[in-house]
């Protein structure tokens, strides 16, 4: 059974930088599609990347492009976010998912996913 667990969440200042972690527990996830969603207080979750292992492609949809960026350690099974120029709607809490079967272009469709973590809170405030 794989489990996820996020962490790195916090209160930061618009423009700052912020990185996320996932732990990955259980099996690798080189064959998964991996993903960091966002759901924001009376909004409905949001994908805002996506890393499909199996072929190294990366997904980003344009509220985030160019200023977030994931990656993933293989040797150590995390998933990472690194989040740069944060804006405060960014503010969400920010969750990771996993999925064997999310093809190309469903990046952002959660029922792709099956495993997903508990969540960490980003708040982007002055």
């Known amino acids: 059974q794989l489990q996820l667990v996020e962490s790195g969440g916090g209160l930061v200042q618009p423009g700052d930088s912020l990185r996320l972690s996932c732990v990955a527990s259980?099996?690798?996830?080189?064959?998964?599609?991996i993903g960091w969603f966002r759901q924001a207080p009376g909004k409905a979750r949001e994908g805002v990347s996506c890393l499909h292992n199996w072929n190294g492609q990366t997904y980003y949809p344009d509220a985030v492009k160019g200023r977030f960026t994931i990656s993933f350690d293989h040797a150590k099974n995390i998933l990472y976010l690194q989040m740069s120029s944060l804006k405060p709607e960014d503010t969400a809490t920010y969750y990771c998912?996993?999925?064997?079967?999310?093809?190309?272009?469903?990046?952002?469709?959660?029922?792709?996913?099956?495993?997903w973590g508990q969540g960490t809170q980003v708040t982007v405030s002055s």
């Open positions: 998912a996993a999925g064997l079967r999310v093809g190309v272009g469903e990046e952002e469709l959660m029922d792709q996913y099956v495993y």
């Open positions: 259980g099996p690798s996830l080189d064959a998964y599609s």
